[in-house]
């Protein structure tokens, strides 16, 4: 068998492995819906700023107040950081936190005219805003096909041997190469989700997890 017929094999077995993991997953999330409770661009971008290093139900139990005191940029500007620290606190790293939310609100008021940007760069730029956060944001408010790359979705590509695992840039990059760009946004969530439920970091169980029982690595 020459190289090129190689080639085409190798390829024809990933679109394969593709097309039946997207087919796993949309059996068992079909409509997924984002964890963090929002209801507007600036409610989900704080939600997922307070996610970092906090569980997603723990932020969900924190938001309504704060939210109850600023439900906009405009509000949230006006209190005073020890008074939005004192809120957060369950969610840990409160003070860093508390000084971006009120940084990155007086921004958002003075620059934007109260409204979140739809531009991943200019979102990067906001105070405690990183490429995920900002992915998330593009993705779940405004619809926006991005592939925001999370703790569970690095483990699990590396394991389903979609990346090498070396840095969670590359393996944002290698699954946008994978994957068709109209399933990137639902395929976040749905990874997810899966990493959660059937293929967690400990224990990792491969016989509960079928996607690693038919594409995972042999020593993870």
């Not at 005219?113 to 730029?125: F, Q």
């Not at 997890?209 to 020593?219: E, M, N, P, V």
Request: include cysteine; charged fraction near 25%.
């Amino acid at each position: 068998m020459d190289l090129m017929s190689i080639k085409k094999l190798l390829i024809m077995s990933k679109k394969k492995k593709v097309i039946e993991i997207i087919r796993i997953l949309n059996n068992l999330y079909p409509n997924p819906v984002p964890p963090l409770n929002h209801y507007d661009p600036f409610s989900l971008l704080i939600a997922v700023l307070l996610s970092a290093r906090c569980t997603d139900e723990r932020v969900n139990q924190v938001t309504p107040k704060l939210f109850s005191k600023g439900k906009n940029a405009n509000e949230m500007s006006k209190l005073e950081i020890e008074e939005i620290r004192e809120i957060i606190r369950p969610c840990g790293l409160s003070p860093t936190k508390a000084k971006n939310i009120k940084n990155l609100s007086k921004i958002i008021c003075n620059k934007f005219n109260g409204d979140i940007p739809k531009n991943i760069t200019e979102l990067e730029k906001l105070p405690g805003v990183g490429h995920k956060t900002a992915s998330v944001v593009m993705s779940q408010a405004f619809n926006i096909p991005t592939f925001p790359v999370d703790t569970h979705i690095h483990r699990l590509a590396y394991r389903w041997k979609l990346s090498t695992g070396k840095s969670v840039e590359k393996t944002e990059l290698d699954l946008k190469k994978i994957f068709p760009v109209e399933y990137w946004n639902k395929l976040h969530l749905q990874i997810i989700f899966y990493g959660r439920e059937f293929c967690k970091a400990r224990p990792h169980i491969i016989e509960n997890c079928q996607i690693c029982t038919k594409f995972g690595r042999k020593a993870i």
